[in-house]
């Protein structure tokens, strides 16, 4: 890959997703406000959606939250607290590969069902079906990356990863050249998962936000109700 394209590619093109993920959302919420949920087709046909649904939600926070915190944690940090590159990197190919399975399972129920059944099928939209796909596409890569990580243990394309991902959201010049020499299944899955948050504000993904949302109810204050005779 040249060098033009690959600073396009990791240079550029996160700060485009994470614009148009920041604004859309924003604009959605305030032009769209009904198209803001979930679009449960629960009630169409319960069958496959509790299982697939709980393993793909369950799977797909814990992939989330371990590639946030896996990417923008210092390496001085978990070395302070006795943890190695190496012994990091398994932990992680550990717990991704279980949550990834477990993701992967789920997502396949999930898209089964949107495909096949029919009443479910007529009431999905194209963007419905295609960030499925999308999703599929980028857990299948992604679980792929694993072969290539456990042929380096001394998690030296971790490190690298880590680099990229930490001078992106700093804003530090020359983010790109750390992927520049990465295997190519590895820049794939950067490419197709920071996509997922350039699609994020035109499809049903939006919901997320609500979920995020919703955990300041945890310290909302309680609503007195009375009866009319009190």
Same mark, same amino acid.
């Not at 944690?73 to 992680?92: D, N, V």
């Not at 596409?137 to 456990?150: D, E, K, P, R």
């Not at 690298?160 to 990465?182: K, N, P, Y």
């Given at each position: 890959?040249?060098?033009?394209?690959?600073?396009?590619?990791?240079?550029?093109?996160?700060y485009?997703?994470?614009?148009? #993920? &920041? &604004?859309?959302?924003?604009?959605?919420?305030? !032009?769209?406000?009904? /198209? *803001?949920?979930?679009?449960?087709?629960?009630?169409?046909?319960r069958?496959?959606?509790?299982?697939?649904?709980?393993?793909? =939600?369950?799977?797909?926070?814990?992939?989330?939250?371990?590639?946030?915190?896996?990417?923008?944690?210092?390496?001085e940090?978990?070395?302070?607290?006795?943890?190695?590159?190496?012994?990091?990197?398994?932990?992680?190919?550990?717990?991704?590969?279980?949550?990834?399975?477990?993701?992967?399972? %789920?997502?396949?129920?999930?898209? =089964? +069902?949107?495909?096949?059944?029919?009443?479910?099928?007529a @009431? /999905?939209t194209?963007?419905?079906?295609f960030?499925?796909l *999308?999703?599929?596409? @980028?857990?299948?890569?992604g679980?792929?990356?694993i072969?290539?990580?456990?042929?380096?243990?001394?998690?030296? $394309? $971790?490190l &690298?990863?880590?680099?990229w991902?930490? =001078?992106?959201? @700093?804003? !530090?010049? %020359?983010?790109?050249?750390?992927?520049?020499?990465?295997?190519?299944?590895? !820049?794939?899955?950067?490419?197709?998962?920071? @996509?997922?948050?350039?699609?994020?504000? #035109?499809s +049903?993904?939006?919901?997320?936000?609500?979920?995020?949302?919703?955990?300041?109810?945890?310290?909302?204050?309680? +609503?007195?109700? +009375?009866?009319? %005779?009190?």
């Amino acid at each position: 890959m040249s060098a033009f394209f690959n600073n396009l590619l990791f240079g550029i093109y996160p700060y485009v997703c994470l614009v148009v #993920f &920041l &604004l859309g959302s924003l604009v959605r919420y305030d !032009r769209e406000p009904y /198209s *803001w949920k979930s679009d449960s087709s629960e009630l169409l046909r319960r069958g496959q959606l509790r299982l697939g649904s709980n393993l793909f =939600h369950f799977g797909i926070l814990v992939l989330f939250m371990g590639h946030l915190m896996g990417l923008l944690t210092p390496a001085e940090f978990y070395h302070a607290a006795g943890l190695s590159t190496s012994a990091k990197q398994l932990s992680a190919i550990v717990a991704g590969g279980t949550a990834g399975v477990m993701c992967l399972i %789920g997502l396949a129920l999930l898209v =089964h +069902r949107r495909l096949v059944i029919k009443r479910v099928r007529a @009431t /999905s939209t194209r963007m419905d079906i295609f960030i499925l796909l *999308w999703i599929l596409a @980028t857990l299948l890569i992604g679980l792929a990356s694993i072969h290539f990580s456990l042929q380096h243990p001394d998690g030296s $394309m $971790m490190l &690298l990863l880590a680099e990229w991902a930490q =001078h992106v959201v @700093t804003f !530090r010049d %020359g983010a790109a050249a750390f992927v520049s020499a990465v295997p190519v299944v590895y !820049r794939i899955h950067l490419f197709f998962g920071m @996509t997922l948050f350039l699609l994020f504000p #035109f499809s +049903r993904l939006v919901h997320v936000w609500s979920g995020f949302a919703s955990v300041a109810y945890l310290g909302r204050a309680y +609503r007195i109700v +009375r009866s009319r %005779g009190a």
